[in-house]
C-alpha cells in the first residue's frame, strides 16, 4: 500500500482527532479499495464523515461531499444552466453540480446518506461506479460522454435501514458495484482519549480524568440497548453544554429528547455522576488581562502664593512701560477710526 495509515491516524491526533484500531481496519481497508466506490453503512455520529474526510487527506484528493435527501433536485449534482453577465451581456451558460466537478478534477466525493437519494437518481451514478471502463454522460449540458478522471473517487455513506431513519432500498444494480461495503457498527473514534482532550479544555486534569471514567462507563451501560445507543458525537456536545451547566440538565437537552427511552438514559447517568464532585470548583479559569501598571507620581511641593510672583518676576521679562502705552494708543485710534468714539486706554467703552 505504500502508506503506513496508523501513523497517519496518530499524526491526525494534532488536530483533535483520535481514531481507534477499528477505524485503523477501515481506513486500510477503504483505501486499498481506490479506485473502486466505497460504501459505509452505519448510525449517524459514529465519525463515518470525518474519516472519509481524512482519506480525502492521506490520498492527496479535494473533498467534495453533499448529503443526500428525498426530494433532492439532480442539478445539485449534475449542473444547470444559469444566466451570467458578460460585460452588460447576458448569457446563458453551463455550471457544473458537484458530483460533475468531482468527476472532472479527480477528487474524492463523499455522497453521504445515499439510501435518502431519490431512486430515479440513483442511476445516474451507474457509469462512474463501474470498476472499468468508467463513463460520465452529461446531456443536460448539451454534451454527450465526459471523460472521468483516473483519480475520481467515489465514497457513500448509509445509516442503516429502520431503526428511526428516513432511508429507502438502494438500487441492486447499485449496490453491486461498490468494490465493498462495511458495517460501522461501533465509534471510530478513540472515545476515552477524545473525551479527556475535550474535558481539558474546561476543567482541570484530575476533573477531566474523572469525568471522563463516569462517562465510558455510562455509555457502557446505555449502549447495550439499541434504542438508547448514544452516539461519539452526542457525548462531545454534551461535554461542551456541561462547561457551563450542570450535567444532568445539560444531558436533559443536549442528549434527552433526541430518544424514546429518554428516562432510561436520565436514570441511568444519574446513577454514574451522583457521587461526582462539584465541577465549578474544577474549571479552569481564564487567563485575566493585567491592568496598565500607573505611572509613579513623584510628590512636590506646591509653591505659595509669594513664591509664584517671584518666579513669574524671575521668568517673564518686564515689558517697557512706554511700548505698552505706544500700544494702547495705537488700539484706541485703531477703535476710533472704526466709530468707536470715546474709548479710553482701558478699553471701556463709554459710549454704550
Known amino acids: 500500500m505504500g502508506i503506513d495509515i496508523r501513523t497517519a491516524l496518530k499524526n491526525a491526533e494534532k488536530n483533535g482527532d483520535f481514531f481507534n484500531d477499528f ?34 487527506n492521506l490520498a ?49 466525493f463523499a455522497l453521504e446518506e445515499i439510501t435518502r437519494l431519490p431512486r430515479k437518481m440513483q442511476g445516474r451514478l451507474l457509469g462512474i461506479l463501474d470498476t472499468e471502463n468508467r463513463y460520465y454522460s452529461l446531456p443536460e449540458a448539451g454534451m454527450g460522454e465526459i471523460e472521468v478522471n ?12 429502520g431503526g428511526g431513519y428516513d432511508t429507502a432500498s438502494l438500487d441492486r444494480a447499485l449496490t453491486r458495484r461498490f468494490g465493498a461495503i462495511f458495517s460501522v457498527d461501533q465509534p471510530l473514534c478513540d472515545e476515552e482519549r477524545k473525551f479527556k482532550y475535550e474535558l481539558e479544555k474546561y476543567f482541570d486534569e484530575e476533573f477531566a480524568n474523572d469525568r471522563t471514567e463516569r462517562l465510558m462507563k455510562w455509555l457502557g451501560d446505555v449502549r447495550q440497548n439499541n434504542s438508547t445507543k448514544v452516539n461519539t458525537g452526542e457525548v462531545v456536545q454534551l461535554i461542551k453544554n456541561s462547561s457551563f451547566a450542570p450535567i444532568k440538565e445539560a444531558a436533559s437537552w443536549t ?29 479552569l479559569t481564564k487567563t485575566k488581562k493585567q491592568k496598565p501598571v500607573a505611572k509613579q507620581v513623584t510628590e512636590q511641593t506646591v509653591p505659595t502664593l509669594d513664591e509664584r510672583k517671584e518666579q513669574t518676576a524671575v521668568s517673564t521679562p518686564v515689558s517697557n512701560p512706554e511700548t505698552v502705552t505706544d500700544l494702547a494708543s495705537k488700539m484706541a485710534q485703531a477703535l476710533a477710526d472704526m466709530g468707536f468714539a470715546n474709548v479710553s486706554e482701558k478699553g471701556e467703552n463709554n459710549g454704550s
Open 23 to 56: 477505524a485503523v481496519e477501515v481506513a486500510e481497508r477503504t483505501y486499498q479499495m481506490r479506485p473502486a466506490p466505497v460504501l459505509q453503512i452505519g448510525d449517524t455520529g459514529w465519525g463515518k464523515t470525518k474519516l472519509a474526510r481524512f482519506i480525502s
Open 255 to 283: 442528549i434527552a429528547p433526541k430518544y424514546k427511552d429518554a428516562s432510561q438514559i436520565m436514570s441511568n447517568l444519574d446513577a454514574h455522576f451522583s457521587t461526582e464532585d462539584d465541577s465549578e470548583k474544577h474549571k
Open 60 to 108: 492527496n484528493l479535494e473533498f467534495i461531499g453533499v448529503n443526500a435527501y428525498p426530494g433532492m433536485d439532480i442539478t445539485q449534482l449534475i449542473g444547470m444552466w444559469r444566466p451570467k453577465n458578460n460585460e452588460g451581456n447576458i448569457e446563458v451558460v453551463w455550471e457544473d453540480g458537484l458530483l460533475t466537478q468531482a468527476v472532472r478534477k479527480g477528487a474524492l
Open 150 to 161: 483516473d483519480d475520481f473517487w467515489l465514497l457513500a455513506t448509509a445509516n442503516p435501514m
